[in-house]
């Protein structure tokens, strides 16, 4: 390869210089996020202003600053220039990378403006201002998210930082009401299914509110476009806006470097690749390596290098010659060839055959019309025939000689680069002998693929004698290229071992393969070339004139190390064209250039100048676009450059209008994947600069997906340590030191994740990351691939990660909920709130705290997932946060007066919470909640037993005995104790509801506040859910016990009042029960009632003590039934001491009755008997009507009735029996027969058992004054009046 020349060598100087400032802008002071837009001052070139003498040292620190500002500005803008040519060349021929279609779809992003529209959107909803039909149930859901999620802080933040999508909302929309539905009562033919689907599609019509849905195609496609496969104009547009390249820049870079011309990019891309070995053997023999963890690896390295040099020539050998031309696939020998073109310099390499260069061209040849023909009658028929030389024939249509035109195309195909080419013109023979028709003329022409395509006019050779001497036909030959066919035309040639002749051929350049191309002449009518050459290892360039050659003007060469090869054109243009085309084909570094490139091309075949405007770009535009176009690829610092490059698009991707969470775009991916493979970056740089990049982003708020960085981190890992991801085995000490300084700032930003796991993965957005940030820590404390890291040891740094996180949670929800105070002010405010203020703000607190808790469950529960063997870390986690809120809790109890109440609530809500989660049940808290309100709950009990104990002393010493109807209209009136306060308004206690035994009239004032008290106090503790067994079973025997001892005390108090209060009654038939005793009475119903519900416990002393209440009861209710029993016998007695006055041979009976008949015969004398008889059955049936509408147990009432029944008729049986031997006197007898018997009806209308009603003691009442009836009826008939023991209904009652 011959040496490079001058121009070369300043070529290289000014790229020395351009990487020199390359270098500059990577290494001078900090490096910015991205690069500023070119300076707007077409002045501010880097230049070398000289010093001048400034008055003041400020000013000429500030025209120093402004100076190296501009040209900084100016070297970042030529760096984005040269990095720009690079991308534009992958764009423009990849052969490497394809971009990748199994990429997840990435959502639209939401902004703040998107979300305080939603926000709107939803409140209008709950205001009822949309048309949406909704229910109750749905509401509520939308309630809580928009009370919940849209309101939170926390997701403003995450939208703040372009990680949220509308996805990301619907899905926490959907994780939300399939609970709530799942919570549903079924119904029947309605699914839940159907109600989720329902709930959806109503909240899918909230979010989209009143947007004109005529918009929305037009955005679904500009997703779609970004987001699949881009073209090579939308990648290039892209690119420019990653580097602030401008429209008018990018033209001149596609112009100058000829993108559209895929054999200049293969080209490109030989002279690269050879520059990249060359390269290498240079390293190799200067032994001059980068610096690796062994020294054995220098020698692996030279290997690498030639191994990826090799991998892209076969991936470029690999390419079709050119993309959709006709197919060409490489010949066999190519496979043994490889080895030849990956190996440069082995001379054993396989010749090409002329067979193997053998071409395929079609023809289109069309007949117009023939003019000047004469020699034929008007209306005779002619007609023309075409063929290409050793091929079919073809024939146009039929036409009249005296217009003879046809405009047919005929298509021919040929192997012959110069094929020959006959046409005919024919008259149809009249003759009847004739057998061919007559030939008029003939033309032959020698197209080329060069030859003009247009028609022409061409002289026809006629027969002798023919009178068309004129004769011409028009016709058009177009000849085709072929796209292995780089350039074709005539030239002399003088070589050494082929066309060992000075003169003039037709020469073909042919490219066999990607590698392979060869100089062929040919002949005409010959498919194989007479002689070939093939380029490779050969050298073009321009050359002086021959003087000693006769033919051609214009003169370049081919050199080989032992050959030369000379070639002349007719003109300068050819030569240009020539030279340009085995440019390409020999993959030389060093560029020909014209002696005079001002010179001006030959017009012939019309202006070429974008086929060759590298040579010819004016230097005079801004900043000159060749130095960046003719920039030698191979002496940049790409590894820089792709890091620049990576950071730029980085950025561009994280601002653009999809939630990429850091994932590049398929478009993004394949152009930095090919500008890797070309351009030799090293896979462990290229994922060392992205995670450098994404970790930084992430510290400073962007939302990262951590698989992305697990992804590139174990990428480099397997690198470090030897396992050769992509094939590499060096390792550098530079790669080493940024993989373990990296390997630092992940691990701290992983627990940093971790730590403020709600703020950073906010709802479980993004889905499914909390759980692979723990995977990633998981990786990231190993110590290398192979070996796993001991449990123990990740999970002491998520437990330490856990501790911290529940610090952040705590102090940011206290500063949330206005409890903590951070100033010294605002301590001696909190010191001085009130104690009810202070017990507010922590119940406040309390719920928030429980609030969290919640979510954490809900929307984290896959760090669980993530550490199903470690469950107890969020338990940890949680015991930490609630020991944190238990100092603010214990602060603001430890403040509240002595024996107040009013922190019972904040108990029931914390346990209530805790005693359902299976790791914080009886947990450390919980048994510190529990510790905290045993006393009070002991102390409460304690009161209340001595409250309820006073209020049965004194209420039952002042007790009036009125029997109240509810719990509305006698409590209000009873003196309720101070202490403790159990009102209905206790907070969090269950509404209560007047129980089923006070719906109607009940007892006194006295027992129905005891019974209230001991039911309130009782569903008190039990709401309070104790969540120590032991100690809950103590509270309810207590209490069970307690009610016990109330109740009993109730009851004997009862009994003695109610004994009092009878005494006091008379015995006279006047006597009606006062309500006061039915009052008591009913008390002891009660009681009985109550022993039930208050009093019993299953099984043991519990159950036997419950039945000594019990049996006490019972025994009360019969006591107080026997006396009244009593009560109302003796008012029966005292009307048979009246009755007893008429005993026969009584002096008060002679004197009645001798008194009687001696006034009956002047006046009506009254009954005596019937006035004694009437009152005692208005007595007896008054007194059962006030037992039956005020006392409440009907079984008490019948007892009552059967024993004041059975009493009854054993008196009167007994003072019968006391007369055996008297005849009873008439007016005795009518009133014992009146009140047997009404007796008898009045207690079997009030319910008296037959059984009872006829007992032995009736019978023998009845049989006496049965017998007493009949001995009256023999000796005074008419003294009975009609009164009789027959069982009669006549007589009045």
């Known amino acids: 390869m011959l040496d490079p020349s001058s121009s070369e060598e300043e070529s290289d100087e000014l790229l020395d210089e351009e990487r020199r400032d390359a270098l500059l802008a990577a290494g001078g002071g900090s490096s910015p996020r991205s690069l500023p ?137 959907k994780k939300n009401i399939e609970k709530r539905v799942r919570s549903l009562p079924e119904i029947d033919g309605l699914s839940k299914e159907t109600v989720l689907s329902s709930w959806l599609a109503k909240y899918d019509a909230i979010y989209r509110g009143e947007e004109d849905f005529c918009k929305q195609p037009n955005r679904m496609a500009l997703s779609a476009v970004s987001e699949l496969i881009l073209s090579k104009e939308q990648l290039y547009e892209m690119f420019q806006q990653i580097l602030g390249i401008k429209k008018l820049e990018h033209q001149l870079i596609y112009n100058a470097c000829q993108l559209d011309n895929a054999d200049e990019q293969a080209a490109q891309i030989r002279r690269e690749l050879d520059g990249r070995l060359q390269l290498a053997e240079q390293m190799a023999r200067e032994r001059k390596f980068p610096k690796f963890i062994t020294r054995e690896m220098e020698n692996m390295y030279i290997e690498e290098l030639r191994s990826s040099v090799n991998l892209l020539m076969a991936n470029l050998e690999s390419l079709p010659v050119s993309k959709g031309g006709p197919e060409f696939k490489l010949q066999k020998l190519k496979r043994s060839q490889n080895s030849a073109f990956l190996d440069i310099g082995d001379e054993n390499e396989v010749q090409l055959s002329k067979s193997d260069v053998v071409l395929s061209f079609t023809l289109e040849i069309v007949i117009m019309e023939v003019q000047g023909l004469k020699s034929v009658a008007p209306n005779r028929i002619v007609y023309c025939t075409m063929e290409v030389e050793g091929g079919e024939k073809l024939q146009t249509d039929q036409a009249e000689a005296s217009r003879p035109q046809w405009g047919t195309q005929g298509d021919f195909t040929t192997t012959h680069p110069r094929p020959v080419v006959k046409v005919k013109l024919f008259t149809e023979s009249t003759g009847v002998l004739a057998l061919e028709d007559k030939e008029l003329g003939r033309v032959v022409l020698y197209p080329t693929s060069n030859s003009s395509k247009s028609p022409d006019l061409h002289k026809m050779i006629v027969p002798k ?83 000693g050659l006769q033919g051609g003007r214009m003169f370049f060469n081919a050199v080989k190390e032992g050959d030369t090869v000379i070639f002349a054109s007719d003109d300068e243009q050819d030569r240009i064209l020539w030279v340009q085309a085995m440019y390409r084909a020999t993959g030389q570094s060093y560029k020909p250039v014209p002696a005079s490139q001002a010179q001006k091309m030959n017009p012939k075949g019309g202006d070429v100048s974008a086929d060759i405007s590298p040579l010819y770009t004016d230097r005079g535009q801004k900043h000159g676009m060749e130095e960046f176009i003719s920039a030698n690829p191979c002496k940049f610092d790409h590894a820089f450059l792709f890091q620049l490059l990576q950071r730029q698009t980085l950025d561009h991707r994280l601002n653009d209008s999809y939630s990429c969470l850091g994932w590049f775009s398929p478009g993004q991916v394949f152009v930095l994947d090919e500008y890797c493979a070309r351009y030799g970056v090293r896979g462990c740089h290229r994922h060392l600069c992205y995670l450098n990049e994404l970790i930084e982003h992430s510290e400073n708020g962007s939302v990262i997906d951590p698989t992305l960085l697990h992804y590139s981190f174990a990428f480099c890992a397997s690198h470090v340590h030897g396992n050769r991801p992509d094939g590499i085995g060096t390792v550098s000490v530079e790669e080493k030191e940024r993989f373990e300084e990296i390997k630092d700032r992940l691990s701290s930003l992983l627990e940093n994740q971790i730590s403020h796991f709600r703020y950073c993965f906010p709802f479980g957005r993004p889905e499914g990351a909390l759980k692979a940030t723990l995977s990633l820590l998981e990786r990231v404390l190993m110590k290398d691939i192979a070996t796993p890291i001991p449990a123990e040891e990740v999970k002491k740094v998520v437990r330490k990660c856990l501790e911290k996180a529940a610090l952040i949670n705590y102090t940011r929800l206290t500063e949330y909920a206005k409890i903590e105070a951070t100033a010294e002010k605002d301590s001696e405010a909190m010191n001085q709130a009130t104690p009810a203020r202070k017990l507010e703000e922590v119940l406040h607190l309390a719920e928030l705290c429980i609030e969290v808790l919640q979510q954490n469950e809900e929307h984290h529960s896959e760090g669980r997932e993530a550490f199903a063997w470690w469950p107890e870390l969020l338990a940890e986690h949680a015991e930490k946060f609630l020991s944190l809120y238990s100092v603010d809790m214990d ?128 569903m008190f503790v039990f709401d309070l859910h104790w969540p120590e067994p032991e100690f809950a079973h103590h509270l309810e025997q207590r209490l069970k016990l307690m009610a016990t001892d109330m109740i009993e005390a109730c009851v004997k108090r009862t009994r003695i009042a109610f004994e009092v209060k009878l005494q006091k009654t008379n015995k006279s038939t006047d006597l009606r029960i006062p309500s006061s005793l039915c009052t008591m009475f009913n008390v002891l119903v009660d009681a009985k009632k109550q022993t039930a519900k208050l009093c019993i416990l299953e099984g043991g002393q519990e159950q036997q003590y419950h039945s000594k209440i019990d049996d006490l009861v019972e025994e009360t209710v019969k006591e107080i039934i026997s006396l009244l029993v009593s009560k109302v016998v003796s008012v029966l007695e005292g009307v048979l001491s009246k009755l007893s006055r008429y005993d026969e041979g009584t002096f008060f009976s002679s004197l009645v009755s001798f008194t009687v008949k001696a006034a009956a015969k002047y006046v009506d004398v009254p009954k005596p008997g019937m006035d004694l008889a009437d009152t005692y059955i208005m007595f007896v049936r008054q007194n059962q009507d006030i037992l039956r509408e005020k006392v409440n147990e009907e079984m008490y009432i019948e007892k009552l009735f059967d024993q004041w029944y059975s009493g009854s008729m054993k008196v009167i049986c007994m003072w019968l029996a006391d007369r055996l031997d008297l005849q009873l006197h008439i007016y005795q007898l009518k009133t014992l027969i009146k009140i047997v018997k009404k007796t008898y009806r009045d207690f079997r209308l009030q319910g008296v058992m037959e059984g009872t009603l006829n007992s032995k003691t009736y019978d023998t009442v009845h049989s006496r004054l049965t017998v007493e009836e009949a001995t009256v009826s023999v000796t005074d008939a008419g003294g009975l009046q009609g009164i009789t023991m027959k069982d009669s209904d006549e007589e009045e009652g």
């Not at 030239?491 to 003169?503: C, M």
């Not at 914080?920 to 808290?925: E, Q, W």
């Open 37 to 173: 837009p070119p300076p707007r001052d077409p002045r501010g070139r880097e230049g070398g202003a000289g010093r001048a003498a400034s008055p003041s040292p400020s000013v000429l620190s500030e025209g120093r600053e402004e100076q190296e500002r501009l040209q900084r500005e100016e070297r970042e803008k030529r760096l984005r220039l040269q990095l720009y040519v690079f991308i534009a060349r992958c764009i423009a021929h990849p052969f490497n990378a394809k971009q990748p279609t199994d990429m997840a779809r990435r959502q639209q992003k939401l902004n703040k403006q998107q979300l305080q529209t939603l926000k709107e959107r939803f409140q209008a909803f709950l205001n009822g201002e949309t048309q949406i039909v909704a229910d109750e149930a749905f509401c509520n859901a939308v309630r809580s998210y928009y009370e919940v999620f849209l309101k939170s802080d926390r997701v403003a933040r995450m939208v703040h930082s372009g990680g949220c999508s509308a996805n990301d909302f619907r899905d926490v929309f």
């Open 465 to 547: 004698n023919s009178q068309d001497s004129d004769l011409k036909i028009k016709l058009a030959v177009r000849m085709d290229k072929p796209p292995h066919m780089k350039h074709c035309g005539y030239l002399y040639a003088l070589g050494q071992k082929v066309w060992k002749r000075w003169k003039k051929r037709y020469f073909v350049l042919v490219q066999v393969s990607q590698y392979t191309f060869a100089m062929c002449s040919y002949r005409e009518k010959k498919s194989e070339p007479q002689e070939l050459m093939q380029l490779e290892g050969y050298t073009v360039d321009y050359t002086a004139p021959h003087t």
């Open 891 to 1018: 602060s603001a109890l430890e403040a509240q007066p002595q024996d107040s109440w009013d922190s019972f609530p904040l108990f029931q809500l914390l346990n209530n919470s805790l005693r359902n989660d299976t790791f914080l049940c009886n947990g450390k808290f919980h048994k510190h909640l529990q510790e905290i309100f045993v006393p009070m709950v002991i102390r409460y009990i304690d009161l209340m037993e001595s409250s309820i104990a006073q209020s049965i002393h004194r209420g039952l010493e002042q007790e009036s005995w009125q029997p109240v109807k509810s719990i509305t209209n006698s409590l209000p009136n009873v003196a309720l104790p101070k202490v403790p306060s159990l009102p209905l308004n206790l907070p969090q206690m269950p509404s209560f509801t007047t129980p089923t035994w006070m719906t109607s009239i009940n007892g006194s004032a006295t027992s129905e506040d005891l019974f209230w008290k001991l039911d309130a106090l009782q």
